[in-house]
Antibody, heavy 127, light 109 residues
Framework: QLLLQESGPGLVRPSETLSLTCNVSEDSITDSGYFWGWIRQPPGKGLEYIGRIYYTGRAYYNPSLKSRVVLSLDTAQKQISLKVTSVTAADTAVYYC???????????????????WGQGTLVTVSS | DIQMTQSPSSLSASVGDRVTVTCRASQNISTYLNWYQQKSGKAPKVLIFGASNLQSGVPSRFSGSGSGTEFSLTISSLQPEDFATYYCQQSYSIPVMNSFGQGTKLEIK
């Protein structure tokens, strides 16, 4: 079973850059049937999609975060990385990485869903 | 952006009850709708993809239906382990596979 593990600092100062890494247990990071995403959840609140990236390196972002977020892929290290710049207290959240599956069913757009999730890592933005 | 609205936001039910959670999209998303279950302190888990397809390993008491703008998740007979928060998510919009619903918390009556 594919395993995902997030890592990175648990505390980030306001205005600095939040950097997280997700380690993927299998070679599926280069599989065209998958994509890789980040989702966050502020304490006591709902899920917020951050963005996703494909093995080609093409990334798509939540418009509300797009100006501050960069996703990247290191296939040799089997890692997906997230950077969020100019953080504020509103960026305090549990950050999840997830593997997404593409299911083709005859339409031009496949079904896409997050199949496996990491355990999540809490990042607090505070001085 | 496509907005997803779940109802109710919370629900109390008993073991053995049949429960339905509804998700409405602000525009037509065909069958590009997923359902997730999240237990306290844990990562979400996918239950249903493509509006009505049961993910492998998910009990058959869970089912999904709908297309277009109206969707539902039904649990046919609630089990103790089903008390959790449920989220819908649309995967239609390109380039953004964005919106999660706000969640429905299912509690024990």
């Amino acid at each position: 079973q594919l395993l995902l593990q997030e890592s990175g600092p648990g505390l980030v100062r306001p205005s600095e850059t939040l950097s997280l890494t997700c380690n993927v247990s299998e070679d599926s990071i280069t599989d065209s049937g998958y994509f890789w995403g980040w989702i966050r959840q502020p304490p006591g609140k709902g899920l917020e999609y951050i963005g996703r990236i494909y093995y080609t390196g093409r990334a798509y972002y939540n418009p509300s975060l797009k100006s501050r977020v960069v996703l990247s892929l290191d296939t040799a290290q089997k890692q997906i990385s997230l950077k969020v710049t100019s953080v504020t207290a509103a960026d305090t959240a549990v950050y999840y990485c997830a593997s997404g599956l593409l299911v083709w069913f005859g339409e031009s757009i496949p079904w896409r869903f997050f199949e496996q999730w990491g355990q999540g890592t809490l990042v607090t933005v505070s001085s | 952006d496509i907005q997803m609205t779940q109802s109710p936001s919370s629900l109390s039910a008993s073991v053995g009850d049949r429960v339905t959670v509804t998700c409405r999209a602000s525009q037509n998303i065909s069958t590009y709708l997923n359902w997730y279950q999240q237990k306290s302190g844990k990562a979400p888990k996918v239950l249903i993809f493509g509006a009505s397809n049961l993910q492998s390993g998910v009990p058959s008491r869970f089912s999904g239906s709908g297309s277009g703008t109206e969707f539902s998740l039904t649990i046919s007979s609630l089990q103790p382990e089903d008390f959790a928060t449920y989220y819908c998510q649309q995967s239609y919009s390109i380039p953004v596979m964005n919106s999660f619903g706000q969640g429905t918390k299912l509690e024990i009556k």
